[in-house]
């Protein structure tokens, strides 16, 4: 379930990605810093289930970065 998780999100990253980068539309940048976050997220867990807890915080950090990255983006639009 991870696993395909992870596809997923990474698809959408990199599709929202392309998308900017081709069009020079950057509205969409707080969905790509989500989904970033969910994918970093997705590996946090699974760090977790191997037990490797330097990269299990270092994976949820960075996900609570992202999270606070986006609320930022929120209130400026």
Same mark, same amino acid.
């Given at each position: !379930?991870?696993? #395909?998780?992870?596809? /997923?999100?990474?698809?959408?990253?990199?599709? &929202?990605?392309?998308?900017?980068? #081709?069009?020079?539309?950057? =509205?969409?940048?707080?969905?790509? #810093? &989500?989904?970033?976050?969910?994918? !970093?997220?997705?590996?946090? #867990?699974?760090?977790? =289930?191997?037990?490797?807890?330097?990269?299990?915080?270092?994976?949820?950090? +960075?996900? +609570?970065?992202?999270?606070? /990255?986006?609320?930022?983006?929120?209130? =400026?639009?």
């Amino acid at each position: !379930m991870l696993k #395909i998780l992870q596809i /997923v999100f990474s698809i959408i990253v990199v599709s &929202l990605s392309a998308y900017g980068l #081709i069009t020079r539309d950057y =509205q969409l940048n707080f969905l790509t #810093i &989500l989904f970033l976050g969910l994918f !970093m997220l997705t590996l946090g #867990i699974k760090e977790f =289930q191997r037990e490797q807890i330097l990269w299990l915080a270092t994976n949820r950090g +960075i996900f +609570i970065f992202g999270i606070c /990255v986006i609320s930022r983006f929120s209130i =400026q639009a």
